[in-house]
Each structure stands twice: as C-alpha cells, then as structure tokens.
C-alpha cells in the first residue's frame, strides 16, 4: 500500500497572507552611460525637435503642419488635405504598422526601447529628478528621510519643472490643431477658448502622471504591445539577453582573482544590470514581457566587463538561435532574411511607394456633383429640359483658380449658367449649374452624363465627374 502524503492545509487570508495584488514597488533606476545610452539620448533629442519644432515653422504665411478641424482642412508642407483624403490616413497606419512589426520581428522592441512617446518623456522626467534630488542612492535616501525644509524645497522644485514640460507639451501638441502663434497670443491675453484649455491641460496632465509617476506601469500593465508582441518574436529575433553558460556560477571576486580558479562565471553579481533597468526586471532570468529593449543592462555589463578584464558581451544583444548555437553576427545577419521579414519588407515597401506615388499624382481638385432635388426635370422656353446641379468645388491648390466648366454626354447638352467660375486658394466653392437639352435629344427618363472641369491656368489640372441628366416622360 502506497504511503499517504499529508497534505497541508492553505491558511485563510490575514494580514499576513499574501494579496492578490502586488503593492507597487517605487524604481530607482540608475543613471548609465554607453553607446546605447548615447543613441537613446540622440533619439529623444531628434524626437522632439520635430515634436515641439514643427508648429512653428511657416509655409506660405501658414504653419507648415496644421490640422485645422474647424475648417476641415489638413495642411503638410505644400499639400492641402481634406476629409475626402481619408485614404492617406489610412495608408499612414499600415506604414506605420507594418514598420512596427518588421522592426519588431528582426531586432526586438526597438520602438518601445528608443522612439515611444512614454520612454522619450520618462527619460526627461528621470533626468529633471537626477538633476534635483541627485542619482539613486541620494533619491531612495531622501524619500526615506523625514519631512524637512530641504526635502520640501526639491520636491518643489521637481514637481514644477514637471509641470512646465508637461503644460508646454500640451501645448505644442494644441499647437498642431490651433496656429500655435495665435495659440500663444490668446495664452498671454488670457483669452483661451474652453477646448483649448481643456486640451492642453488634459495632455499636460496626462504626461505629467505617466512619465512622472506611472512609468514602467504603463509598458507593463496598460500598453497592449508588452502583451502581444511574442507573437512577433520568434529565435532569429534580436533581443537582450543574459549569455548564462558564460555567466554562471555567479559571484563577487576582487579584480585580480582568476573566475575558472574560483568555479565561477563571468557575472559578478554586482546587480547593476538590475538597478539601471527602468522596468525593475532582472535580465539574467531571461527574457520577460517587461523588457521594453533600452539596453541599458548592455551599456553598465560592458562597463563592468571594462573594469574586470573580462571580454564584452554577458549582457547583450543576440538571438535565441546565435546564443544557443555560438554562431557570430554576420550569420545572425543572414539569419534576419526569413520569410516573415521578407513578407513585412515587402507590405511596407509596396504601401509606402503607392501612397507616395498616389500624393505625388494627386490632382489638386475635387469636384462633388449633387442634383437639385427641388426639381428633377422641367422643360424652360425652346422646349429644352433642364436640370439644376450643385457642384461642391475644393481647389487644393494654395493658389486661386478659375475653373471652366463642360459637360459631355448626351448630343446638343450645354451649361445654362455661368461656365467659368473663380474659386479661392486651398478653399471650397458650391456653384449651382443649370443644364439643358435640347427636346427630343435624350429618351425619358435618366441619362449618364459627365461633367468635365478643367483649369484655366494649367489643362493638366482637370476632373471629370459622373452625374445623370433626367428627362420628364
């Protein structure tokens, strides 16, 4: 009879039992210097730059880049858009998807690591606080200190150069829907409409409380991508990783003491890597969903592997493949043209040149046709049957045009009304147009027709629309 195993009863929840919710534990993370350091300061730089730049740059006596909602009209550089536009939109979010995904598959969550809006202001923030309360030892010691003057005084300070990154971000950002020149003028006059205020409060607090506070808890709980992005991963992804069959045993040992001597790794178990990384992870236990790809665990291991002696590398970047199998750079390399990358190159490639080419060929008028509803057919003097239309002119153009207006379709067709028509630079114009056929020319009932305009100035710039003439039975 096989011996019976007593089982141990599980305690009821106390005050001593474990919580179904962990207690956030506040990071500290470390300042750190290297090559990838550098590049992700060169990012944010670079970022923000265009960022807080763009809104002031000028473009024929308007912001280069202004998304004006009110009136409906989108401004990048020379290009006028409209909300009939709304295919470049859609084409910009599969470039910017299929870029996410082909940077994803070959090297990782480079995104998230170097160019994501939530790392970029978490840097400034963390870089604002070193600069106030000092690096981690001095800020974990003065949170645990009790109140003072002192304490006060930085904790002040901080807090306001916060705010007034985060109020100029919001800012900037209401800057790309209100020409930002006049957006400061109604700010120093006081005379700020409720969205606009509302807009830039709502951004400016929201950077304040993620990259203030929340931090790491947005890439670890509410971003969806830390949660889907192994989906994109497979063992010739590049990720940062811990090379343990170099590294382990692990252990303290003085600089001058031989690892192999001692039975130990190269890893001296400083805990370095852990206390620079902004998520709190530990990288020797192996990729975690949490790692959002800084390499600053790279940048303070080679640093370590400086002092020691040791050869560069513990920490690094690598795939699971080139870890696994020993196999150098340069096969990692042609490891990265897999089939998936291959289809993700090819998407993104072929999106980005028809997008691209389509704004490079667009005509720079739009033309809606509408017929008068008041009346579909009547027959006027001569016995000639006319139809009324509404033509909704959008001239794109940041120049004035004079259209000239023709239709084709059915024998002895013509417009009634004015056939030349001025319309303002990048605005729109809806012209009623009358159209008559002469009695007899057309069966009963509706025919197609198509009206043809066409610039004065330029024959390359012509729209044809269809539209149906009705003839009375």
Sequence with gaps: MAPVIP???????????????????????????????????????ATQLVFYGLPWLAWNDRPAVLFDLLTRRFYLFGVVLYPQDFIYLTGLLVISAMSLFLFTAIAGRLWCGYACPQTVYTEI????????????????????SPRSVRKAGLKTLKHGLWVVVAL????????????????????????????????????????????????EQVCKYMCPYARFQSAM???????????AARGEPR????????????GLGSCIDCGLCVEVCPTGIDIRKGLQYECIGCAACVDTCDTIMD???????????????????????HQMLRRALRPRVLVYAAILLAVSVALLGHLALRTPLKVDVMRDRGALGREVEDGMIENVYRLQLINGAEMPRRLRLRIEGIPGIAIASEPEV????????????????????????SSRVEFVVEATDDPAVVVREHATFYVPR
């Design 7 to 45: 089982i141990k009863p599980v305690p009821a929840a106390g005050p001593e039992s474990d919580d179904l919710y962990e207690v956030r534990r506040k990071i500290y993370p470390r300042a750190v210097s290297g090559l990838f350091a550098r590049w992700r300061w060169a990012l944010v730089w």
């Design 251 to 262: 252990g303290s040992r003085s600089r001058k003491a031989d690892p192999a001597a001692l």
């Design 307 to 329: 002092r020691m002696g040791y050869a560069r590398g513990l920490v690094r970047y690598t795939t699971q493949n080139g870890l696994d199998g020993g196999l150098g750079r």
């Design 422 to 445: 001025e319309v303002p630079s990048a605005q729109p114009r809806l012209v009623a147009v009358r159209v008559r056929v002469p009695a007899g020319a057309a069966a009963p009932g």
């Design 168 to 215: 100029w971000t919001g800012f900037t950002f209401v800057g790309y829907f209100t020409p930002i020149r006049i957006l400061g003028a109604e700010v120093v006059s006081a005379s700020l409409g409720s969205w606009e205020m509302f807009w830039i409060l709502f951004y400016g607090f929201a950077t304040y409380g993620n990259a203030g506070f929340m931090r």
């Design 125 to 144: 923030f963390l870089w604002i606080e070193r600069k106030v309360e000092g690096d981690r030892a001095a800020r974990m010691k003065l949170d645990q």
């Design 233 to 243: 991963f497979d063992r010739d992804t590049m990720i940062i990783t811990y090379d």
